[in-house]
């Protein structure tokens, strides 16, 4: 397996991020079916703070404000939480695994990343084995166990605008980094 550096710049955990997880393991999970037809070469991260991205991470304003201002973490900023990181947030209710991020920058403000980076291998790796599993997995990759209570399901409406939404952003994605 590739290297990942699991950090990221708004308070997610990019060591379980579904299109991390899936280039790591070839395993698809709830996030990661609604790409549809995208190149499976492109369904492949190493997270924000690496140098191989995948092209929806590529064009994320908290990446670009943050490498702009110096600044390792969003919490670190004056301006937050500013009404982009506010407005983003409210995609929690879309994608569960945001509504993480701001108890997670406050553990980094309070305790340090090291603490947080444990905590989260912790909650994302599987019980019974150990291995790591993405956001929207429904079974851990290395022993099989299902992963109903630990980790998030697109189902429904999510499912739905997911399908609709992941592909348009990764489109953009392109466009920007090809123009």
Known sequence: ???????????????????????????????????????????????????NLYAGCRICNFRDCALKKGITHCVECAEYPCGMYKKWKAAARFLPHVGEAGSSLELIRREGVEVWLAAQKKRWSCPECGSLFSWYADACPGCGRALAGEAYKMKGWRKLLCRIVLPLAYRKAKAKSQG
């Open 1 to 51: 397996m590739s290297s990942v550096n699991p950090d990221s710049y708004c308070g997610i955990y990019c060591g379980a991020c579904s299109v991390h997880m899936q280039g790591e393991t070839g395993c698809p999970d709830g996030f990661t079916a609604c790409l549809g037809s995208l190149p499976k070469s492109e369904i492949a991260c190493g997270g924000c703070k690496s140098g």
